[in-house]
C-alpha cells in the first residue's frame, strides 16, 4: 500500500479519542491529533508551543492541594491553594509575582547549637506553625530562598523546622554575619478534608466567591486586599436548605442573570434553585431565597428523569442564551423558553 502524505493546517479540535480513529467522515477528525506533546491548539486553529513552567513555591508542608482561580479582572487575579484545612494565595503581580507573604521582618542574628537553627528577630510576633521565607543572609546562605516552620517561638527569637514541619540540621551551616528578613506566608484557615477538595464546586463575583460541598454548608471567600480575606458560612433568608442535618446541602453552584443558583442535594438531587433577582436599586439579592411568582422572586425547580434512575446534578455551567445543568446521564439547557430569555420563576424551560 502507498504511504499517504497530507499536510494538516488546523489542530483546533485537539486531541481525539482513541474511538475517533476510524471516525474520517466527521470534518474534526481532520482538526485535531491522535497525541499532542508540549503544544496548545487554538480555537484559530494554530498549535503553538507551551509555555515554559517555573518552580513558584511547595505546597504548605507539601501537602496534596487543589487549585481554584479567582480573578477580579484582568489585571489582577489569584489561584488558591486549598490544601486539608488551609487556603493560600498566589498573585499574577507583576512587580511581585507569586505567593502572597506579609511585610518582612528584620533578621538581626541566626545561630546553630546541636544542629537547631535559631533566628533572632525583635518582636517578630510568629506563631508556631507559622511559614515563612528567607531572603538576604549574609553568612548563613544556606537558609536563603528557601521557607522555613517556626518552633519553639519567644517573642524575639524562634527555631526553623523544614517546609515539611520536621527538624532542620544545620551542623553544616555557615557562620551568620549580618542582615537578612522573614516574609510569613499568608495563609488563612478552611473546614475542608484532603477527600472534599476534588469536589469543591465555586462560583464568584467580584470580591466574592462561593464555594459548596454536599458534605457541609456552603461557605463564602471574601476578598478585601492581597492580604486580607475571610471564609466560612452564612445566612440565607427563607433558607431552602434548612440546617442541613439530612444532608441538604447543595453540590453546585453558579451566578447567571442576576441570580445565584444552586443545584443537587442530597435530598433532593435533580432540583435547582435560584435566588431572588437585582432589586430596584440594583443591588443583589443572592443570599434571598423567598419564593414567589413574581419574576424577581426566588423559585425552586426539579428536572424531569430522563430515566429510571436518579439523576444527581453535579454542576451549573453559564452559557451566552441558556444555564447547563450538567448530570451523569448527560447536559440540559434551561432558559426563559427561548434562548437568551430570563429564566423566572414562572418561565423557565429545561430540555
Not at 553568612?139 to 520536621?166: C, E, H, P, W
Not at 466560612?232 to 453558579?254: I, K
Request: proline residues 4%; glycine residues 10%; neutral net charge.
Amino acid at each position: 500500500m502507498a504511504e499517504i502524505s497530507i499536510t494538516q493546517k488546523n489542530w483546533a479540535a485537539g486531541e481525539l479519542s482513541p474511538k475517533m480513529r476510524s471516525r474520517d467522515d466527521l470534518p474534526v477528525y481532520k482538526n485535531g491529533a491522535e497525541r499532542i506533546v508540549n503544544f496548545i491548539s487554538e480555537n484559530g486553529g494554530p498549535a503553538r508551543f507551551r509555555a515554559g513552567f517555573q518552580y513558584a513555591q511547595n505546597t504548605r508542608r507539601h501537602a496534596s492541594a487543589w487549585l481554584i482561580p479567582f480573578q477580579f479582572n484582568d489585571a489582577d487575579a489569584y489561584e488558591l491553594e486549598f490544601t486539608a484545612g488551609w487556603i493560600r494565595f498566589y498573585r499574577n503581580n507583576s512587580n511581585n509575582p507569586g505567593i502572597i507573604t506579609l511585610s518582612p521582618k528584620t533578621i538581626t542574628g541566626a545561630t546553630v547549637a546541636g544542629g537547631v537553627v535559631t533566628i533572632a528577630s525583635s518582636a517578630h510576633g510568629y506563631s508556631n506553625g507559622d511559614e515563612i521565607i528567607i531572603n538576604g543572609i549574609k553568612g548563613m546562605t544556606q537558609l536563603n530562598n528557601r521557607s522555613f516552620v517556626i518552633t519553639n517561638k519567644s517573642t524575639d527569637a524562634y527555631d526553623l523546622l523544614d517546609s515539611y514541619g520536621s527538624a532542620l540540621d544545620g551542623s553544616a551551616f555557615s557562620a551568620y554575619v549580618s542582615g537578612g528578613t522573614s516574609s510569613k506566608i499568608y495563609e488563612i484557615a478552611n473546614t475542608f478534608s484532603l477527600a472534599e477538595l476534588p469536589t469543591l464546586k465555586y462560583a464568584q463575583n467580584a470580591d466574592t466567591m462561593y464555594i459548596v460541598v454536599r458534605s457541609q454548608a456552603p461557605v463564602k471567600l471574601v476578598r478585601t486586599s492581597s492580604t486580607s480575606w475571610a471564609i466560612g458560612t452564612f445566612s440565607r433568608t427563607s433558607d431552602p436548605f434548612g440546617n442541613g442535618t439530612l444532608g441538604n446541602w447543595p453540590g453546585a453552584v453558579v451566578f447567571y442573570q442576576g441570580r445565584l443558583y444552586y443545584g443537587g442535594t442530597n435530598d433532593y438531587p435533580q432540583s435547582i434553585w435560584g435566588s431572588k433577582t437585582l432589586d430596584s436599586s440594583g443591588n443583589p439579592q443572592y443570599d434571598d431565597f423567598t419564593l414567589g411568582v413574581n419574576a424577581g422572586d426566588a423559585f425552586k425547580f426539579t428536572l424531569s428523569p430522563i430515566s429510571t434512575k436518579v439523576d444527581n446534578i453535579w454542576s451549573l455551567v453559564p452559557c451566552l442564551n441558556f444555564l447547563a445543568i450538567c448530570t451523569f446521564q448527560g447536559l440540559s439547557k434551561a432558559d426563559g423558553g427561548t434562548a437568551g430569555v430570563a429564566i423566572t420563576p414562572s418561565n423557565i424551560n429545561i430540555t
